[in-house]
């Protein structure tokens, strides 16, 4: 493996990393939006498990390089 595509594959697993950052950072805060949400009565449970599970669908079809 040449040089340059080591450091290729480290700048992207950095941009891999970064981006699976936000995503979490998304996803945990779209939930505590709506637990609070579900706290106040807003919200039903069913509603908020679908979010849950929508938010972690997302996370897992991260776009693939």
């Known amino acids: 493996m040449s040089h340059k595509n080591h450091q290729r594959r480290d700048a992207f697993g950095k941009c891999l ?4 950052k936000i995503y979490l950072f998304a996803i945990v805060g779209q939930l505590i939006e ?7 009565g807003k919200q039903s449970e069913k509603e908020i ?4 599970q929508a938010g972690l669908g997302q996370a897992v079809m991260l776009p693939t390089y």
């Open 34 to 40: 709506f637990l609070g949400k579900a706290k106040e």
């Open 49 to 52: 498990c679908a979010i849950a």
């Open 17 to 20: 990393y970064i981006e699976l």
